[in-house]
Nanobody, 118 residues
Framework: QVQFVESGGGLKQPGGSLRLSCVAS????????MAWYRQAPGKQRELVAA???????YYTDSVKGRFAISRDNANDTVYLQMDSLKPEDTAVYYC????????????WGQGTQVTVSS
């Protein structure tokens, strides 16, 4: 059974940093292009960053230079380092398969809340 467990969110002031983690199970992680998504209230789920099994990386324009995705295939974990946080980064963050490659798995995890506010 596919499962994603996200963690690491919290409340930060603008300019702060957070590191999100996501442990995946039930998939062949090392062969799967993984991604981080976020969903703010009243908005659609947005693809934020992705990394395939060859190390090719994608970032949406709004996070380029501030966020960094990485993965640990030995531990089926994908990370999102978030620096220079802005209020507009406030959202629930999820990990799943990169939808640019194939449809995300169901079910999604519970996500982790990131709130950026002074």
């Amino acid at each position: 059974q596919v499962q994603f467990v996200e963690s690491g969110g919290g409340l930060k002031q603008p300019g702060g940093s957070l590191r999100l983690s996501c442990v995946a199970s039930g998939i062949i992680f090392s062969l799967t292009a993984m991604a981080w998504y976020r969903q703010a209230p009243g908005k659609q789920r947005e693809l934020v960053a992705a990394m395939d099994n060859h190390g090719i990386i994608y970032y949406t324009d709004s996070v380029k230079g501030r966020f960094a995705i990485s993965r640990d295939n030995a531990n089926d974990t994908v990370y999102l380092q978030m620096d220079s946080l802005k209020p507009e980064d406030t959202a629930v963050y999820y990990c799943n398969r990169d939808r640019q490659i194939a449809p995300p798995f169901d079910p999604w995890g519970q996500g982790t809340q990131v709130t950026v506010s002074s």
